[in-house]
């Protein structure tokens, strides 16, 4: 099973802005969509954003204007650059392909959104 790693979150107040990344390994990577996804504790998992390989991109509605993600083919890796957070947008943050599969899901990050 792979699994895939995802760094940077951590304690922002509101307002604040966030930048986690994403490393895959290439069979996961590319020429694949790539997505954010979160979860909050008793709540379904839910898609942020998704990136197409050749870069469309498309965004929740409640993320979108101030989340943007990115994904750099040569190290094949994706970000998610969160602007302006707010507190509900506190969640443990994944990353996975474009569909997901259910093999790729890793451990997260936490982000927690709290003054």
């Known amino acids: 099973q792979v699994q895939l790693v995802e760094s940077g979150g951590g304690l922002v107040q509101p307002g604040g802005s966030l930048r986690l990344s994403c490393a895959a390994p290439?069979?996961?990577?590319?020429?694949?969509?790539m997505g954010w996804y979160r979860q909050v504790a008793g709540k379904q998992r839910e898609v942020v954003a998704y990136?197409?390989?050749?870069?469309?991109?498309d965004y929740a509605a409640s993320v979108k204007g101030r989340f943007t993600i990115s994904r750099d083919n040569a190290k094949n890796t994706v970000y998610l650059q969160m602007n302006s957070l707010k507190p509900e947008d506190t969640a443990v943050y994944y990353c996975n392909r474009w569909p997901s599969r259910n093999e790729y899901w890793g451990q997260g990050t936490q982000v927690t959104v709290s003054s």
């Open positions: 290439g069979s996961i990577f590319s020429r694949n969509g």
């Open positions: 990136i197409f390989s050749g870069g469309t991109t």
